[in-house]
């Protein structure tokens, strides 16, 4: 079992550029979810989804899009990079269950410059 | 909108001391769940203890427990018998039980506490 995993780990974007992170689990959990992590502060959700073709917004979502064609795949896309955007991005996964925890990926480090 | 705080943002504490961090949550709701998680510098963040509301007692896992206060609306973590490895970022999470899509709108976080441990 990998668990959540996440590519890429680190890289540099121009701004206006696009990019898409992915985001895997191999635990068929149903539920997933994409955060962000700015410097000196806590994560913050930007789109979750409960099940193959359905999505949500989260907190933060503007400039980001979300698909979810399957149960194993969650990628993030960011259209038009920003300086804005610079964080770290945590994807995650779960049940759904009552107990609710959530198993983090690895996270991947975004620099727009 | 639920709010976590965690107004220690660093603390220190000698290696086999016990430490205390401190998490305040602002809820309506009655019930949910609340959560310790620690990232180390490897990023990875890691599950340490959860709390249902629904029950009274505090949890406790090895050398971790909480001191959860409901109408206070507090969760504090005792680490006890501090070692070097727990020296990390601990952040305090709330999620909500009720059904807005199974509780699926994810974990609300504080800003985190960093914890050193002095050898």
């Known amino acids: 079992n990998a668990g959540v995993t996440q590519t890429p780990k680190f890289r540099i974007l121009k701004i206006g550029q696009s990019m898409t992170l992915q985001c895997t689990q191999d635990m068929n959990h149903n539920y997933m979810y994409w955060y962000r992590q700015d410097p000196g502060m806590g994560l913050k959700l930007i789109y979750y989804s409960v099940g193959a073709g359905i999505t949500d917004k989260g907190e933060v979502p503007n400039g980001y899009n979300v698909s979810r064609s399957t149960t194993e795949d969650f990628p993030l896309r960011l259209e038009l990079a920003a300086p804005s955007q610079t964080s770290v991005y945590f994807c995650?996964?779960?049940?759904?269950?009552?107990?609710?925890?959530?198993?983090f990926g690895p996270g991947t480090r975004l620099t727009v410059l | 909108a639920q709010t976590v705080t965690q107004s220690q943002p660093e603390m220190s504490v000698q290696e086999a001391e016990t430490v205390t961090l401190s998490c305040t949550y602002d809820?309506?709701?009655?019930?949910?769940?609340l959560f310790w998680y620690k990232q180390p510098p490897s990023r990875q963040m890691i599950l340490v203890i959860r709390?249902?509301?629904?029950?009274?007692q505090n949890a406790t896992e090895n050398r971790f427990s909480v001191n959860f206060q409901k109408a206070a609306k507090s969760f504090s973590l005792k680490i006890s018998d501090s070692q070097l490895g727990d020296a990390a970022m601990y952040f305090c999470a709330y999620r909500s039980a009720s059904y807005s899509g199974g509780g699926a709108d994810g974990l609300t976080f504080g800003k985190g506490t960093h914890l050193i441990i002095q050898p």
């Open positions: 995650a996964s779960s049940t759904g269950t009552n107990h609710n925890e959530q198993f």
């Open positions: 709390q249902e509301a629904y029950k009274q």
């Open positions: 809820t309506s709701e009655s019930d949910y769940y």
